[in-house]
T-cell receptor, first 111, second 116 residues
């Protein structure tokens, strides 16, 4: 089955700097790659997703890139703010299988 | 509108006891998922319903775990003979039928289970 690896496990950045989180997946049949943000005591919430027919997607300060050949995708957050502090999860799905999540990255934005 | 509701939010039980966790999905969502999240880990898939039937139960760890969704709305996750290793946050999520597996999952806040 699918296996998703996520790095780094923790990340600290200064407010205003950029943050990058990287994930790799194992099954080349995967075609859907969402990113979820989880705040303390809450369930994960979708922040952006990308499908295998595009290489990049952007939504305000958040962007995701996908390299299907290398089987990796990344989350980029620019101009980070304290409210961006949370745990971020990448995930992958082949469409006929439920999402497989990475282990998460704890992002701390230092004011 | 109301989001996904899970009860109880916290459950403490003793090893060997039986536990039920309830999930009330967003109205109109036909797809419902159970995931388990251990401390410092990502959500781990348990079971997925499309309507009343389990479309995929390959993530259930053993036969002590069972889930039902008799009317295609509320779901109950049942754990028999609980073990300390069952301690985790159990997350429920729902989705529109058409977006199941490749669209947004709406998660509840989870039920934290502690087995002493």
């Amino acid at each position: 089955g699918e296996n998703v690896e996520q790095h780094p496990s923790t990340l600290s950045v200064q407010e205003g700097d950029s943050a990058v989180i990287k994930c790799t997946y194992s099954d080349s049949a995967s075609n859907y790659f969402p990113w979820y943000k989880q705040e303390l005591g809450k369930g994960p919430q979708l922040i952006i997703d990308i499908r295998s027919n595009v290489g990049e997607k952007k939504d305000q300060r958040i962007a995701v890139t996908l390299n299907k050949t290398a089987k990796h995708f990344s989350l980029h957050i620019t101009e980070t703010q304290p409210e961006d502090s949370a745990v971020y999860f990448c995930a992958a799905s082949m469409g006929n299988t439920p999402l497989v999540f990475g282990k998460g990255t704890r992002l701390s934005v230092i004011a | 509108g109301a989001g996904v509701s899970q009860t109880p939010s916290n459950k403490v039980t003793e090893k060997g006891k039986y536990v039920e966790l309830r999930c009330d999905p967003i109205s109109g969502h036909t797809a419902l998922y159970w995931y388990r999240q251990s401390l410092g880990q990502g959500p781990e898939f348990l079971i997925y319903f499309q309507g009343t039937g389990a479309a995929d139960d390959s993530g259930l760890p053993n036969d002590r775990f069972f889930a039902v969704r008799p009317e295609g709305s509320v779901s109950t996750l049942k754990i028999q003979r609980t073990e300390r290793g069952d301690s985790a946050v159990y997350l429920c999520a729902s989705a529109y039928r058409g977006s199941a597996n490749t669209g947004e999952l709406f998660f509840g806040e989870g039920s934290r289970l502690t087995v002493l």
